[in-house]
T-cell receptor, first 114, second 108 residues
Framework: EPEVTQTPSHQVTQMGQEVILRCVPI?????FYWYRQILGQKVEFLVS????????KSEIFDDQFSVERPDGSNFTLKIRSTKLEDSAMYFC????????????FGPGTRLTVL | KNEVEQSPQNLTAQEGEFITINCSYS?????LHWLQQHPGGGIVSLFM???GKKKHGRLIATINIQEKHSSLHITASHPRDSAVYIC??????????FGTGTSLTVIP
C-alpha cells in the first residue's frame, strides 16, 4: 500500500541553524501539507501546497519557513534559523485532490532544537 | 481562540462500551475530518465528512452542519481502540483547524 514517508525521523540541531525536513508524498497525489505538533499540544496547520505554489498558510508559517517541491517527488520544509520553540513533531500529508477526500499522513519528523 | 472544541478531553471505558466523542466548530467548513493518533505519534485518517453520517466497521461519524457539530461513535470498544481521536475542520481554501484531541483508554 502506498504511503507517505518522511526523513529524518529525528533531527537534532542547534538554535540558529537551518534545517530541511523531507517528505515523499504518495505518487499520484497533488495536494501537500505540513503540520506541526509541539509536545503535549494539538496539531497545528502550517501550510498547504498545490500546483507548485502555496495555497494557504497559517500565522505560524512566517518568513523563517519555506516549502519546495524540488524534483516532482520530494516535498520539503525549510526552517532558516531555528528557535527553541520550533522543537516539535512535524508531519507531512498528501491527498489526491483538495476537498472531499482523506489525507494520508507521514510518520513525522521529531525536531529538537538545542 | 479555538475554532474547534472537543469533548471530553480524556475518556476511560470498559471493553465493550459504546463511546461518543463530540466536536463543535465555529468556522465555516468544507469538510470535517476525524483522525486517530496512536501512542507512537502516527496519525491515520478515519473519516472525512461534509454531511450526514458515515460508518466504517465499529466506527460511526455524524455531522450536523446547521449546528456545527460532529460526533464520533465507537461501538463495542476494544483495548486496541485506545488512542487520541482528533477532530479537524477544513476551512475554505485548504486551511485546517484542529481540536485538542480526546485521549481514549479502553480497559479490558
Amino acid at each position: 500500500e502506498p504511503e507517505v514517508t518522511q526523513t529524518p525521523s529525528h533531527q537534532v540541531t542547534q538554535m540558529g541553524q537551518e534545517v530541511i525536513l523531507r517528505c515523499v508524498p504518495i505518487s499520484n497525489h497533488l495536494y501537500f501539507y505540513w503540520y506541526r505538533q509541539i509536545l503535549g499540544q494539538k496539531v497545528e496547520f502550517l501550510v498547504s501546497f498545490y500546483n507548485n505554489e502555496i495555497s494557504e498558510k497559517s500565522e505560524i508559517f512566517d518568513d523563517q519557513f519555506s516549502v519546495e517541491r524540488p524534483d516532482g517527488s520530494n516535498f520539503t520544509l525549510k526552517i532558516r534559523s531555528t528557535k527553541l520553540e520550533d522543537s516539535a513533531m512535524y508531519f507531512c500529508a498528501s491527498r489526491v485532490r483538495g476537498g472531499y477526500n482523506e489525507q494520508f499522513f507521514g510518520p513525522g519528523t521529531r525536531l529538537t532544537v538545542l | 481562540k479555538n475554532e474547534v472544541e472537543q469533548s471530553p478531553q480524556n475518556l476511560t471505558a470498559q471493553e465493550g462500551e459504546f463511546i461518543t466523542i463530540n466536536c463543535s466548530y465555529s468556522v465555516g467548513i468544507s469538510a470535517l475530518h476525524w483522525l486517530q493518533q496512536h501512542p507512537g505519534g502516527g496519525i491515520v485518517s478515519l473519516f472525512m465528512l461534509s454531511s450526514g453520517k458515515k460508518k466504517h466497521g465499529r466506527l460511526i461519524a455524524t455531522i450536523n452542519i446547521q449546528e456545527k457539530h460532529s460526533s464520533l461513535h465507537i461501538t463495542a470498544s476494544h483495548p486496541r481502540d485506545s488512542a487520541v481521536y482528533i477532530c479537524a475542520v477544513e476551512g475554505g481554501g485548504n486551511q485546517f483547524y484542529f481540536g485538542t484531541g480526546t485521549s481514549l483508554t479502553v480497559i479490558p
